[in-house]
Every structure is written in structure tokens, then in C-alpha cells.
């Protein structure tokens, strides 16, 4: 599949071959979500309200910081939230499997996602194969949590939803505007006039949509996280830049616009990085995202830092979440 991602943003003689099969997943996608809205697959609905935090596309567009920056607007609202995800997919080969993430377990035990937010210390974080089941178990060990966010699932109807929050890149927006395999489109652009909002993440937004800005200036030591460093104290030193995310450019226009000039490498999304990925003979620092931390702790030396950063959304976002979900 990663082969394919750079056919995704523009139109190539290879789409003659996969035009075809893009139609195929689109009949598919859509027969699946009629069963569910006619009820022939039954879903499930839970004793408190749900949001889900997902996209109708492949590859990151920032839904983990926007769950985390919900959970906090709940919280300061005097909800209890709890928030749930799939984890590490090599890992769920058994559906029954659930379990609460905590901060001592590791990204490949539980992804590096749900990982980074049990660091956050919000509020629970339960992960699973099976939606319903994870949420249920949440609402069972923590009675006090009284609002589910789901870290993606979108197109997970299992589990009714009472707000559906969608998260697109905002420079990239859809690439080519055509389904998998043929584009980065899971479901069709028609998809988003349904949801309750549309997320922007970077770029500019546009008409109905709300702008989302990542923010953060302040890097954190892996080794000895509580030493703590600005930007500018980097100025002048050999930096390199490593990114397994969905978007590594993002990062990397980050640090430059924070000033900073880096050797850059890109990996895949959820990379597993040996040591020797991250050993440079040359560098002072070594800097890197908060999702690929968590799963570089154990080889941490005092040359790599992490730059944490939050969602930057408008409260009026918070303000329409929680009136939907107001009773």
C-alpha cells in the first residue's frame, strides 16, 4: 500500500489498472453501510453518548491530537470522558481481546497512539478489535465515565454514534479524490456531508469547516524527560529530523518554521525504529514526534528530543460537540 500513496495525489497511466478496482471498493463500501442504516447488520448503542474522531482518508490528518483536545474541553465542561481505539493492529488477532492502556505498557503492545494519550493522563484509554466491547468494558471498570470518544471508526457502524467528527488535511485535502486503491479516499467525498463537523488540520480551512493548528515550541528530552528545551536553543547545531507519521513533511515545515534547520528522514506511518535508525554520527540532537517516542523509549540516549504539540481548535467546536451531547 505504501507504494502506491504517491500515486494518490495525482493521476498516473497506473490508474488505468486501478480506476477499476477503486469502482469495485466503492460498490463495497457502500453496500456495508446500507446493511447497517436498513438494519440488516445490527449495531450497537451504548448507555452514554458517543463522538467518533475519525476520516474518510488514509494516512494521518491529526485525529489523536483533536481526541485529546476534545477529552480536555469535556473535562473543563464537567464530563468524565474515557476514550477508545484499535491499538496495534499486529497485535489484535483476537477480537474478544480488550484491555486498558496504562503508561507502562509499550507501542508494540498497544500502538504507538493509544500509548502517547495514556502518557497525556486524561482519562482512560481502552483499545480492541471490537468497538462495542471496548467501550463496554471501559464503562465497566470506570462507572464514573459518562461520554465515549473514539480515536478513529468512522466507517466502524458497529457502534452507533451520537456526533460524528470528521478530520481532513487541510493542504492536502483528498489528492486525487478517488477511493482505494486508485486514491487515499475510504469512503466517498459524499461522506462528509453527513458527518456533524468537518476538521481541517493545517492548511486553510474553508466554508463550514474549523481550522485546526498543531502548536508547540518546546522540546522535551526522551532520555530525562523533565529537561526541557526551546527552539532556539538548537540554533546552530547539527539537527536531524526522523518522522514515521502519516504526513512527515508536516513535522519537518514545523521545525523550519520554528527556525530550525534539519537533515531530515522519513519513514513510514507506525515505523518501528531500530537504534541504528536513529544513530547519526554527525548530530547534536536528534529530534522527533511525540508518536514515534513512545516507541524509541527503550533506546533513548541524551541526543534525542521530542517536540510535544496540541490541537489548536476554536471553541465553538467544544460548544457544538457538547449541546449535541447534552441531554
Known sequence: MERL???????????????????IFRVLAALRRLLYHSGVLTSVKLPVPVIVVGNISIGGTGKTPLTLWLAQQLLDAGWHPGIISRGYRKQNHDRNALREVTTNDTADEVGDEPLLMAQR?????????????????????????????SDDGLQHYRLRRDVEIAVIDGARRFGNGLLLPAGPLREPLSRLQEVDAIVANGGAARSGEFAMQLEG???????NPELIKTASEFAHQQLHA????GHPQRFF???E?????????????????TPPEL?????DAILMTEKDAVKCAAFATEKHWVLRVDAQVSPAL??????????
Open 242 to 245: 526522523v518522522a514515521g507519521i
Open 318 to 327: 467544544a460548544q457544538l460537540i457538547i449541546k449535541k451531547v447534552s441531554p
Open 257 to 273: 518554521h520554528l527556525g530550525l534547520r534539519c537533515t531530515t528522514h522519513a519513514f513510514p506511518d507506525h515505523h518501528r525504529f
Open 279 to 283: 544513530s547519526f554520527n554527525n548530530a
Open 5 to 23: 500513496q504517491h500515486h494518490w495525489y495525482r493521476l498516473s497511466p497506473l490508474h488505468l489498472l486501478l480506476y477499476p478496482i477503486s469502482l
Open 253 to 255: 515545515a514545523h521545525l
Open 217 to 223: 515550541t518546546s522540546f522535551y528530552n526522551l532520555l
Open 121 to 149: 493522563g486524561l482519562c482512560p484509554i481502552w483499545i480492541g478489535r471490537d468497538r462495542p466491547a471496548v467501550a463496554l468494558g471501559l464503562l465497566q471498570a470506570h462507572p464514573e465515565c459518562d461520554i465515549i470518544l
